[in-house]
């Protein structure tokens, strides 16, 4: 370990998320769990840095709110994120209040995937 900060590396042995989350080989996500009288230590908060900016979703979840979380997972459809989830909720809330002839236009402009449009 020594070694490699002598040679400029972070080297984080502690702060690790509870859970790591996968789904058909994959990682979906890391979650924290957390009593609702904890704070994060710094070595966890610098994990999750590291972690997000790898792209990885990192969620803190306190106890009080851990079955409503896991129902959120429930709902999330295969492969799919969580941002990707609140996209598609906005998209069926738009649906509801301007009916079914402007939802074509709306989900197929709003479904485009970035760079090509």
Not at 99 to 109: E, F, I, K, N, V
């Amino acid at each position: 370990m020594q070694r490699l900060e002598e040679m400029g590396y972070e080297v984080l042995s502690s702060g690790w998320p509870d859970l790591l989350v996968a789904k058909d080989g994959r990682l979906h996500c890391v979650v924290e769990l957390k009593s609702f009288r904890d704070d994060l230590r710094p070595n966890q908060l610098r994990v999750h840095e590291l972690l997000r900016s790898a792209g990885v979703i990192v969620h803190l979840v306190y106890e009080q709110h851990l079955t409503d979380f896991m129902g959120g997972m429930q709902a999330l459809k295969p492969d799919e994120t969580w941002a990707a989830k609140r996209e598609r909720e906005r998209i069926d809330t738009e649906i509801e209040k301007v009916g079914p002839s402007y939802a074509t236009g709306l989900c197929a402009s709003s479904l485009v995937p970035a760079g090509s449009g």
